[in-house]
């Protein structure tokens, strides 16, 4: 396995949602999904698999500034290193009684979904090798199949039990939901810099760096948006200068608004989520 969704590619490295309650939310990160605090304020927590870099963070949500929140996120990646982690996971889930909300085989990977307090959707998977991933005129093949329960399980030992999320643990891609598909679509080809990789689904996109199945899809399959759903902003990490040097020139040339910050540039995509920028 070539891990694309890391080494030298632009990826997907943070994600800050809004919650309602933080007290249950950090219970569910915690206890149910296995993240570690990082840190943790009256308004926020920073959760971790490392104890160093920082991979969701939890926000309260106040709704006093509705500019500052975006409730077009269908579903965020937890990515495993190995199916035996997934097969651990998996055991996890039994044995804690925790729902799950369904689960598949992507062709590229294995997938099991759930969802957050806040009923947000969070897809806990583990890549198949990347030489048994199929093309059809240059687009990696995906597809929805029924989700192997039992070669999971048996991935591994009952003894070997869940305690936490591995350290190897990453973002492996995010999900989502929007309006208007070929203008977001645009923003994120032209500007950000992925590649398309797969617009086989009806009203999809998916899209990636250095060959990898997806870092972010993009979807129109609901008309309406659920705005009880709520993603703060998301963190958009360049492997290089030279590729981030590129999308910054871009959004120079654009005219695009755009802010320095501590964490990046902040810009926003056509559906006004706001992104990080930030290199390696």
Known sequence: MHYYYHKDAIHVSKIDLLVSNLKRSKQFY??????????????????????????????????????????????????????????????????????????????????????????IGIEISCDKDDDTW??????????????????????????????????????????????DLDKTKAFYQNVIGFNIVNEAINDAVFMSDKNYHHHLAINSWKKEKDQSKKMKSFTITYPNCEKFKKTYETIMESNMRYQETNDGIAIEDPENTKIYLSIK
């Not at 029924?146 to 891609?173: C, M, Q, R, W």
Request: charged share 25%.
């Open 134 to 179: 199929e093309k059809d005129n240059q687009q990696i093949k995906m597809d929805s199949l029924p989700f192997d329960y039992k070669g999971v399980y048996y991935a591994v030992n009952e003894t070997d039990l869940f305690s936490t999320l591995p350290v190897d643990t990453t973002i492996g891609h995010l999900h989502l939901q929007v309006d």
């Open 30 to 119: 915690t206890e149910s999904l296995g993240f570690t605090v990082l840190k943790e304020t009256e308004t926020y927590i920073s959760l971790t698999v490392d104890f160093d870099e920082e991979i969701i963070r939890l926000h309260q949500d106040e709704d006093t500034n509705k500019a500052d929140q975006s409730s077009n996120i269908y579903h965020f990646n937890i990515l495993l290193p190995t199916r035996r982690d997934l097969g651990k996971f998996l055991h996890h889930l039994i044995l804690k009684q925790i729902p799950i909300d369904g689960a598949a085989d992507h062709l590229v990977s294995e997938a099991i979904y759930l969802k957050d307090p806040d009923g």
